[in-house]
């Protein structure tokens, strides 16, 4: 038999006292291996969604995973911590039902949006051990694309049941020569929460459904309360968009197409520069035709042929 306890770790502000409380237990009988939501390491927080009774949140802070040593039965000891809850009405799919509109409406590409990838988990075995979730390929496995941050639409499919085309965000820096992650630093400006060096990893990009879409949190005005931009209105620009369609191609593996893309600009650029040619010359050659009619006019009146002026003019 396994046990899972939930504890929550409380921090008391008057007798600067840390205790624990119950949330709640899960007790698995005739099973070998549970679902643990991954221990958080230095730096790299984890979160875990669970609802217990007498709590409205949903989302918890992973602080650490223990056993239970005097426990008679296999007792994992799952410590939570409160986080501020995002309000249901931030999501896209209730943004979508509220205007009751199609997400084309709402969405439109190169907006960032604030996606919710899920978290890695672990497997507590029945002998204590603490093992990845390879066996369980319907989880989230290692090297997937986890937790929740920040993403730019890359195309919105409102036909097709909601479902949107994202480009993760990341603050891990990618090596020099990788073409397919562009820094995107300088359009997140008034994203809270999210000032650091970021790469779009293109690499990575996902179709998710609207119910994984945030609204993200914004800094609009300076000191003011932050707030979630329900209306999608912050969009990769200039540059960095144009950037970014090289490191799409360079992520679903079309480096030809970019190639190609650069051939075929330089070919636009050609054409327009002989366009231009052209136009001067078919100008000069107006200009030509327009004198030479004056002069033919101007000759026959004086009863001059072309032999006389010839004469005329031969130094």
């Known amino acids: 038999m396994i046990v899972l306890r939930y504890e929550l770790e409380h921090f008391d502000l008057v007798s600067k006292q840390i205790t624990y409380v119950l949330l709640g237990t899960e007790s698995y009988h005739s099973i070998e291996e549970v679902l643990l939501p991954s221990t958080p390491r230095p730096g790299d927080p984890i979160f875990f969604t669970k609802k217990f009774v007498n709590h409205p949140e949903y989302r918890w802070e992973v602080i650490k995973i223990d056993m239970a040593p005097a426990a008679r039965r296999r007792t994992y000891v799952v410590t939570l911590k409160k986080r501020p809850q995002i309000n249901k009405e931030h999501y896209l799919k209730n943004i979508l039902a509220a205007r009751r509109g199609p997400v084309g409406h709402v969405l439109r590409p190169w907006a960032i949006v604030e996606v919710e990838f899920g978290q ?35 195309q919105v499919f ?25 820094e995107v630093t300088a359009d997140l400006s008034n994203m ?22 945030i609204a993200p949190l914004i800094q609009r005005v300076p000191h003011a309360p932050p707030m ?11 540059p960095i968009r144009e950037a970014l369609k090289d490191a ?52 026959d009146e004086e009863h001059f042929t072309l032999a006389d002026l010839q004469g005329i003019y031969a130094e």
């Open 120 to 154: 890695f988990l672990e497997i507590g075995k029945a002998n204590g051990d603490v093992r990845s979730t390879k066996r369980y390929t319907d989880t989230m496995q290692r090297l997937s694309m986890p937790k929740r941050r920040l993403a730019i639409v890359n």
């Open 192 to 213: 809270v929460n999210y000032q650091k060096p970021s790469w779009a990893v293109c690499r990575m990009m996902q179709t998710v459904t609207a119910s994984r879409i």
């Open 228 to 238: 979630r931009d329900k209306g999608f209105r912050t969009l990769v620009r200039g």
């Open 248 to 299: 799409i191609m360079y992520g679903v593996a079309a480096d030809s197409r970019v190639a190609d893309a650069a051939a075929l600009e330089q070919a636009r650029l050609a054409t327009a520069q002989l366009t231009s040619q052209v136009a001067t010359l078919a100008q000069r050659v107006a200009e030509l035709e327009r004198n030479t009619a004056v002069y033919e006019r101007w000759a």
């Open 158 to 182: 409102s036909r097709v049941d909601d479902l949107i085309q994202v480009i993760p965000i990341s603050s891990k820096k990618p090596d020099a020569n990788e073409l397919a992650c562009i």
